[in-house]
């Protein structure tokens, strides 16, 4: 947790009085899963990726495990990531992300509605299709989804003729498209994070969020969600959108 984190932790306990700030707890791991295993409910600020990890090997099952939320240090996300319905941990991040202002990002899907899941994606020119599928493959095990269950890969226009990205989407069985700035830029309200590095060399403040927003929205007619805010490696970014059909 970082010093942002804290701050962060703070304003949550501020509205829940029983909670506990336990902040860089020695050893982690062993700490975390601990007080896990005791059935007690948790909020991470910190990357996704040391969550799994770490809770990985006690993980039993949804009826069984507490709820787990995770949030990034500013505050702007509340993922629900572990026993979403059944331990309530989607609600808590409804009412936790609406006191914090936040976005709660919810991977359960809406009972009796088949979500539509789009994957976003940004890179350094001619980077490899093996870097990709990696960090495509992180992301999607990160969200609990099967490479089936993505109806698209999205990027913006001047990727359009990117090797890496169309191979990648061949493999997968993805249909690629790429989106104008300008169209990206429609979306930009909901973005998790705005590079102006990139805003300068591309015109949009982020590609891999926007482009998968913009694609499942143009799938089923209806707003999207980001489901998976931006994760990245040295060379590439990825980002998971979901949207539900009317009705």
Same mark, same amino acid.
């Given at each position: 947790?970082?010093?942002?984190?804290?701050?962060?932790?703070?304003?949550?306990?501020?509205?829940?009085?029983?909670?506990?700030?336990?902040?860089?707890?020695?050893?982690?791991?062993?700490?975390?899963?601990?007080?896990?295993?005791?059935?007690?409910?948790?909020?991470?600020?910190?990357?996704?990726?040391?969550?799994?990890?770490?809770?990985?090997?006690?993980?039993?099952?949804?009826?069984?495990?507490?709820?787990?939320?995770?949030?990034?240090?500013?505050?702007?996300?509340?993922?629900?990531?572990?026993?979403?319905?059944?331990?309530?941990?989607?609600?808590?991040?409804?009412?936790?992300?609406?006191?914090?202002?936040?976005?709660?990002?919810?991977?359960?899907?809406?009972?009796?509605?088949?979500?539509?899941?789009?994957?976003?994606?940004?890179?350094?020119?001619?980077?490899?299709?093996?870097?990709?599928?990696?960090?495509?493959?992180?992301?999607?095990?990160?969200?609990?989804?099967?490479?089936?269950?993505?109806?698209?890969?999205?990027?913006?226009?001047?990727?359009?003729?990117?090797?890496?990205?169309?191979?990648?989407?061949?493999?997968?069985?993805?249909?690629?498209?790429?989106?104008?700035?300008?169209?990206?830029?429609?979306?930009?309200?909901?973005?998790?994070?705005?590079?102006?590095?990139?805003?300068?060399?591309?015109?949009?403040?982020?590609?891999?969020?926007?482009?998968?927003?913009? &694609?499942?929205?143009?799938?089923?007619?209806?707003?999207?969600?980001?489901?998976?805010?931006?994760?990245?490696?040295?060379?590439?970014?990825? &980002?998971?959108?979901?949207?539900?059909?009317?009705?």
């Amino acid at each position: 947790m970082t010093t942002a984190g804290l701050a962060l932790a703070e304003r949550i306990q501020a509205g829940e009085p029983d909670a506990e700030i336990v902040y860089r707890p020695q050893p982690f791991g062993e700490t975390v899963r601990t007080l896990f295993q005791a059935g007690q409910r948790l909020v991470f600020i910190c990357a996704t990726g040391i969550v799994v990890r770490t809770l990985a090997p006690v993980i039993q099952d949804k009826h069984i495990d507490p709820p787990v939320l995770v949030l990034d240090d500013q505050g702007r996300f509340v993922i629900a990531l572990l026993s979403g319905h059944e331990g309530g941990a989607n609600a808590w991040a409804v009412a936790l992300a609406t006191r914090l202002k936040a976005q709660p990002v919810l991977t359960t899907a809406k009972p009796y509605v088949h979500p539509v899941y789009t994957l976003g994606m940004g890179c350094e020119r001619h980077c490899p299709v093996e870097v990709l599928a990696q960090l495509a493959a992180e992301c999607l095990s990160i969200a609990g989804l099967q490479p089936r269950q993505i109806a698209g890969l999205a990027s913006i226009d001047i990727k359009a003729d990117e090797t890496g990205l169309i191979e990648l989407g061949v493999q997968q069985g993805w249909p690629y498209t790429t989106w104008p700035a300008a169209r990206l830029r429609e979306v930009e309200d909901q973005l998790s994070q705005r590079s102006e590095i990139v805003f300068r060399e591309v015109g949009v403040y982020g590609v891999a969020e926007a482009a998968a927003l913009v &694609a499942a929205s143009r799938l089923t007619g209806e707003p999207a969600e980001l489901l998976l805010p931006k994760h990245k490696n040295r060379r590439a970014t990825c &980002a998971i959108a979901r949207s539900f059909h009317a009705g």
